[in-house]
């Protein structure tokens, strides 16, 4: 089992490569003056896919590499993570978003500040957190429940499917992942999601990844900045911990 010193590692270093990574393309594509401005969508998708691709394979040795408060969770009812050990990974992965997130803005302060002189200046928050494209709660979190079954139950029926050499159960000393393939098999189901998924909230499926770097959005001295908008920050919290709840209950009836 893996160290209470190698969890805070492991996990701060990985969710920081993960929001670097993420919120990085979000500024890419979003900010003046950036030579992806523009690219969309699908540059999005795929950038996110990668940032779980560099943070995970950082941190498997170390941590098993969760990165997501709601990967963790479902991985403790699935019985793959000690609960006592939880708080800890939750707490890592906090710190690993914030740590990011500071320094996404960092290698883009010239754009940001750019960005604040234009006659139309772009929002920011959604470099650093989602927002719903139609605001109905109820249907916001439905939709995060959703696509959170769809990155945590499949992960952990990762560690069953030994037909693609996946040889170890969720929680064994590889990692949640099983072997270094399912690192890739994740970063490409997470560009699936974003694909599929990801239009009406923007997929946050990861509570670390959207409140840290929200947190980061109100407290840095960002021009112009606009609201944090944290009326809407309790969905991509909810939402991925009751699919994290649900995929552990699903994945322990099917084994």
Not at 84 to 111: D, E, N, R
Not at 123 to 129: A, E, K, Q
Not at 194 to 199: A, F, N
Request: proline share 6%; net charge neutral.
């Amino acid at each position: 089992m893996y160290s209470n010193a190698d969890i805070v590692v492991g996990e701060v270093i990985g969710t920081a490569i993960l929001i670097l990574f993420g919120a990085g393309v979000c500024a890419a594509v979003t900010l003046h003056y950036s030579k992806a401005k523009g690219a969309g969508w699908v540059v999005i998708a795929f950038g996110w896919g990668m940032a779980v691709l560099a943070g995970a394979y950082t941190a498997a040795p170390l941590s098993g590499g969760h990165l997501n408060p709601a990967v963790t969770l479902g991985s403790a009812v699935a019985g793959g993570t000690e609960w006592s050990k939880v708080p800890l990974y939750v707490l890592a992965q906090m710190v690993g978003a914030v740590i990011g997130a500071v320094l996404a803005w960092a290698l883009y302060y010239a754009q940001f500040a750019t960005n604040a002189e234009q006659s139309k200046a772009q929002p920011t928050l959604g470099i650093f957190s989602t927002a719903p494209e139609i605001r109905k709660p109820a249907a916001n979190l439905v939709t995060e429940i959703i696509a959170t079954i769809g990155l945590v139950l499949p992960l952990l029926f990762f560690g069953q499917n030994k037909g693609i050499g996946i040889g170890q159960v969720p929680g064994a000393h590889a990692g949640i992942y099983g072997s270094g393939i399912n690192v890739l098999l994740v970063a490409l189901l997470v560009v699936g999601i974003g694909l599929s998924l990801g239009g009406p909230t923007g997929y946050a499926i990861n509570p670390a990844r959207d409140l840290g770097p929200r947190l980061v959005h109100a407290l840095l001295p960002i021009p112009n900045k606009g609201s944090s908008d944290w009326s809407y920050s309790w969905i991509p919290v909810a939402g991925p911990l009751i699919g994290a709840v649900l995929s552990g209950l699903v994945y322990n009836a099917a084994f």
